[in-house]
Protein backbone atom coordinates (compact mmCIF):
# COMPACT_ATOMS: atom_id res chain seq x y z
CA UNK A 1 0.00 0.00 0.00
CA UNK A 2 1.13 3.43 -1.07
CA UNK A 3 1.12 6.48 1.43
CA UNK A 4 -1.50 8.99 -0.54
CA UNK A 5 -0.14 11.79 2.13
CA UNK A 6 0.30 14.81 0.22
CA UNK A 7 3.70 16.20 0.63
CA UNK A 8 2.51 19.65 1.66
CA UNK A 9 1.07 17.46 4.84
CA UNK A 10 4.47 16.00 5.43
CA UNK A 11 7.01 19.17 5.22
CA UNK A 12 4.24 21.08 7.62
CA UNK A 13 4.42 18.10 10.12
CA UNK A 14 8.39 17.86 9.81
CA UNK A 15 8.59 21.71 10.87
CA UNK A 16 5.94 21.46 13.60
CA UNK A 17 8.31 18.60 14.99
CA UNK A 18 9.26 19.14 18.70
CA UNK A 19 13.46 20.86 18.99
CA UNK A 20 15.57 18.93 21.77
CA UNK A 21 16.96 21.37 24.13
CA UNK A 22 20.43 20.54 22.98
CA UNK A 23 19.89 21.83 19.64
CA UNK A 24 18.32 25.49 20.95
CA UNK A 25 21.51 25.73 23.73
CA UNK A 26 23.81 25.70 21.17
CA UNK A 27 21.81 27.70 18.49
CA UNK A 28 21.74 30.15 21.56
CA UNK A 29 25.25 30.25 22.42
CA UNK A 30 25.88 30.47 18.46
CA UNK A 31 23.53 34.30 18.59
CA UNK A 32 24.84 35.39 21.63
CA UNK A 33 28.27 35.53 20.50
CA UNK A 34 29.81 39.03 18.91
CA UNK A 35 30.37 39.21 15.25
CA UNK A 36 34.35 38.41 15.08
CA UNK A 37 35.86 41.25 14.06
CA UNK A 38 33.18 43.97 14.51
CA UNK A 39 32.88 47.02 16.62
CA UNK A 40 29.79 47.67 18.33
CA UNK A 41 27.96 50.74 16.42
CA UNK A 42 26.90 52.20 19.50
CA UNK A 43 25.88 55.63 18.05
CA UNK A 44 23.80 56.75 15.13
CA UNK A 45 23.86 60.27 12.99
CA UNK A 46 21.90 61.71 9.83
CA UNK A 47 25.01 62.63 7.70
CA UNK A 48 24.25 65.51 5.43
CA UNK A 49 26.30 67.80 3.21
CA UNK A 50 26.40 71.60 3.63
CA UNK A 51 28.61 73.20 0.88
CA UNK A 52 31.26 70.81 0.41
CA UNK A 53 31.50 69.75 3.84
CA UNK A 54 29.65 66.16 4.87
CA UNK A 55 28.45 66.98 8.74
CA UNK A 56 26.42 65.07 11.42
CA UNK A 57 24.41 65.39 14.06
CA UNK A 58 22.62 62.40 16.52
CA UNK A 59 19.60 61.17 14.90
CA UNK A 60 17.34 61.46 18.32
CA UNK A 61 17.37 65.33 17.26
CA UNK A 62 15.74 64.92 14.18
CA UNK A 63 11.70 64.69 14.05
CA UNK A 64 11.42 64.77 10.04
CA UNK A 65 12.86 65.35 6.36
CA UNK A 66 11.28 67.13 4.17
CA UNK A 67 11.05 69.09 0.81
CA UNK A 68 13.10 72.25 0.45
CA UNK A 69 10.85 75.48 0.89
CA UNK A 70 11.61 79.20 0.59
CA UNK A 71 12.04 80.66 3.66
CA UNK A 72 9.86 83.77 4.80
CA UNK A 73 11.71 86.83 6.06
CA UNK A 74 10.56 88.49 8.74
CA UNK A 75 10.77 91.95 9.99
CA UNK A 76 13.37 93.43 11.90
CA UNK A 77 15.35 90.17 12.20
CA UNK A 78 18.41 90.19 10.94
CA UNK A 79 19.62 87.34 13.23
CA UNK A 80 22.68 85.93 12.08
CA UNK A 81 21.63 82.07 11.12
CA UNK A 82 18.04 83.15 11.45
CA UNK A 83 16.59 82.91 7.31
CA UNK A 84 13.06 83.37 8.14
CA UNK A 85 10.54 80.72 8.56
CA UNK A 86 9.23 77.78 6.45
CA UNK A 87 5.49 75.91 6.35
CA UNK A 88 5.98 72.89 6.36
CA UNK A 89 2.76 70.44 6.05
CA UNK A 90 0.98 73.91 7.39
CA UNK A 91 3.41 74.00 10.58
CA UNK A 92 5.25 77.37 10.48
CA UNK A 93 8.93 76.77 11.61
CA UNK A 94 12.13 78.81 11.95
CA UNK A 95 14.64 78.44 9.34
CA UNK A 96 17.92 78.41 10.26
CA UNK A 97 21.18 78.30 8.51
CA UNK A 98 23.85 76.12 9.43
CA UNK A 99 25.73 77.31 6.76
CA UNK A 100 26.06 80.83 8.27
CA UNK A 101 26.45 79.29 12.17
CA UNK A 102 29.02 77.50 11.02
CA UNK A 103 30.77 80.01 8.33
CA UNK A 104 30.89 77.23 5.68
CA UNK A 105 30.47 78.77 1.75
CA UNK A 106 27.37 76.88 0.70
CA UNK A 107 27.56 78.43 -3.34
CA UNK A 108 30.28 75.60 -3.65
CA UNK A 109 29.44 71.77 -3.16
CA UNK A 110 30.04 68.45 -4.96
CA UNK A 111 27.88 65.81 -5.60
CA UNK A 112 28.48 62.18 -4.28
CA UNK A 113 28.98 60.51 -7.45
CA UNK A 114 26.83 57.94 -9.03
CA UNK A 115 24.02 59.71 -7.16
CA UNK A 116 21.29 62.35 -7.36
CA UNK A 117 21.46 65.10 -4.93
CA UNK A 118 18.14 67.00 -3.40
CA UNK A 119 18.29 69.57 -1.23
CA UNK A 120 15.99 69.17 1.79
CA UNK A 121 14.99 70.83 4.96
CA UNK A 122 15.78 68.72 8.18
CA UNK A 123 13.07 69.28 10.55
CA UNK A 124 15.02 69.19 14.39
CA UNK A 125 14.34 68.93 17.77
CA UNK A 126 16.00 70.95 20.76
CA UNK A 127 14.81 70.97 23.79
CA UNK A 128 11.25 72.23 23.13
CA UNK A 129 11.68 74.18 19.97
CA UNK A 130 11.63 72.67 16.53
CA UNK A 131 13.81 74.06 13.29
CA UNK A 132 14.01 73.49 9.88
CA UNK A 133 18.11 73.22 8.80
CA UNK A 134 18.07 73.50 5.08
CA UNK A 135 20.93 70.81 3.34
CA UNK A 136 22.15 70.84 0.49
CA UNK A 137 22.54 67.10 0.36
CA UNK A 138 21.13 64.00 2.40
CA UNK A 139 23.28 60.90 2.49
CA UNK A 140 20.77 59.34 5.19
CA UNK A 141 21.67 57.35 8.69
CA UNK A 142 24.67 55.79 9.51
CA UNK A 143 25.49 53.70 12.46
CA UNK A 144 28.94 54.04 13.80
CA UNK A 145 31.54 53.11 16.67
CA UNK A 146 32.09 56.22 19.02
CA UNK A 147 35.31 54.99 19.76
CA UNK A 148 36.17 55.13 16.16
CA UNK A 149 35.87 59.19 15.89
CA UNK A 150 38.67 60.88 15.15
CA UNK A 151 40.38 64.00 16.14
CA UNK A 152 39.43 66.78 13.47
CA UNK A 153 42.27 67.62 11.26
CA UNK A 154 43.98 71.12 12.37
CA UNK A 155 43.44 72.70 8.88
CA UNK A 156 39.39 72.57 9.05
CA UNK A 157 38.01 76.76 8.92
CA UNK A 158 37.98 78.13 12.49
CA UNK A 159 34.18 79.11 12.31
CA UNK A 160 33.22 75.25 11.84
CA UNK A 161 36.26 73.46 13.50
CA UNK A 162 35.03 74.62 17.59
CA UNK A 163 31.41 73.20 16.39
CA UNK A 164 33.32 70.20 15.75
CA UNK A 165 33.41 66.65 18.51
CA UNK A 166 35.10 64.36 15.71
CA UNK A 167 35.46 62.80 12.34
CA UNK A 168 33.94 59.78 11.13
CA UNK A 169 35.50 58.04 8.35
CA UNK A 170 32.63 56.22 6.29
CA UNK A 171 33.33 54.56 2.44
CA UNK A 172 35.29 57.73 1.05
CA UNK A 173 33.83 60.20 2.80
CA UNK A 174 35.06 62.30 5.99
CA UNK A 175 32.01 63.23 8.08
CA UNK A 176 32.14 65.86 10.87
CA UNK A 177 30.62 65.46 13.77
CA UNK A 178 29.11 68.49 15.25
CA UNK A 179 28.29 68.76 18.45
CA UNK A 180 24.86 68.39 19.20
CA UNK A 181 24.77 70.83 22.69
CA UNK A 182 26.42 73.50 21.01
CA UNK A 183 24.30 73.18 17.70
CA UNK A 184 21.38 73.41 19.87
CA UNK A 185 22.76 76.15 22.18
CA UNK A 186 23.35 78.47 18.72
CA UNK A 187 19.97 77.81 17.48
CA UNK A 188 18.09 78.52 20.09
CA UNK A 189 20.28 82.07 20.64
CA UNK A 190 19.80 83.09 17.59
CA UNK A 191 16.12 83.08 18.06
CA UNK A 192 16.61 85.28 21.10
Known sequence: MTDTTP???????????????????????HFRQ????????DASCLVFRIGREWLSLPTRMFVSVAPIATPHRLPHRASRGLSGIVNVGGTLYPCMSLANLLDIDDSEGEAATDRHTFARLLLAQWEDQAYALPVADLHGILRYASGKVQAPAATINK????FLTGVITHDDMRIGVLD??????QLARTLR
Open 159 to 162: GLSR
Open 34 to 41: AAAGAEQQ
Open 7 to 29: IAEIAQRNLQRPVGDDYKKEWAA
Open 180 to 185: EALIGY
